[in-house]
């Protein structure tokens, strides 16, 4: 390969890189865990894992859990959205 063709195909593999990486950054996903949880990936660094009890028990809590941010919305942070070029 020519040192063209190799610089183009560091610059179609680093702009696929830069596309997967967002692609992932701004997606939620599920899937089963090894010891049959349910992880919910996409919301920060690690996944969030709990067996189907505790996503049921959460879930039932959502009106609960929407107005307690409510009451505490002054003294909760929010974590900025990263700008994406």
């Keep these: 390969m020519s040192e ?8 179609r593999l680093k702009a696929e890189n830069e596309r997967l990486k967002a692609q992932r950054a701004s ?3 599920l899937k089963v865990s090894q010891k049959g949880g349910v992880s919910l990936y996409g919301l920060g660094r690690f996944p969030v894992t709990l067996y189907k009890e505790q ?3 959460l ?3 959502a ?6 941010i ?4 002054a003294e ?10």
Aim: proline share 5%; net charge neutral.
């Design 27 to 29: 997606r939620v996903s």
């Design 55 to 57: 996503w049921a028990k």
């Design 59 to 61: 879930l039932d809590m």
């Design 4 to 11: 063209r063709d190799l610089q183009a195909e560091f610059e």
């Design 70 to 73: 409510r009451e505490h919305d």
């Design 76 to 85: 909760l942070k929010a974590k900025p959205n990263p700008t994406r070029t």
């Design 63 to 68: 009106d609960e859990i929407r107005a307690f």
